[in-house]
Nanobody, 131 residues
């Protein structure tokens, strides 16, 4: 299984936008919940957003709600993270992850805010926001 994240790198000014992509291979993509996490230097990895298998359900961390949007294209085996109104505190390495279906299902999506729910991880892409 490979998750290839892209779209980061370089510098974006505060208030700007960026779209991250994560292309998956080696798994039945439409069977997996997809999530984005991020880790800033010296901090723990934190949840950003998750999307259900079909894409009809999404769940966000409070810190990005209203600014970020997660989406997926199951035909392209790709998940996206559209990031708007970026802030310096959004600076981090962003990771995509794939989580298998569970007996409890999607529910509100909150269960997928935890990294242990994910089996596969991408290599990360750097997002740097200047003030």
């Amino acid at each position: 299984v490979q998750l290839q994240a892209s779209g980061g790198g370089g510098l974006v000014q505060a208030g700007g936008s960026l779209r991250l992509s994560c292309a998956a291979s080696g798994l039945t993509f439409s069977n997996y919940v997809m999530g984005w996490f991020r880790q800033a230097p010296g901090k723990d990895r934190e949840f950003v957003a998750a999307i259900s298998w079909s894409g009809t359900g999404t769940y966000y961390a409070d810190s990005v709600k209203g600014r970020f949007a997660i989406s997926r294209d199951n035909a392209k085996n790709t998940v996206y993270l559209q990031m708007n109104s970026l802030k310096p505190e959004d600076t981090a390495t962003y990771y995509c992850a794939a989580g298998p279906p569970t007996r409890s299902g999607w529910g509100t999506g909150g269960g997928y805010a935890f990294s242990y729910k994910y089996d596969y991880w991408g290599q990360g892409t750097q997002v740097t926001v200047s003030s």
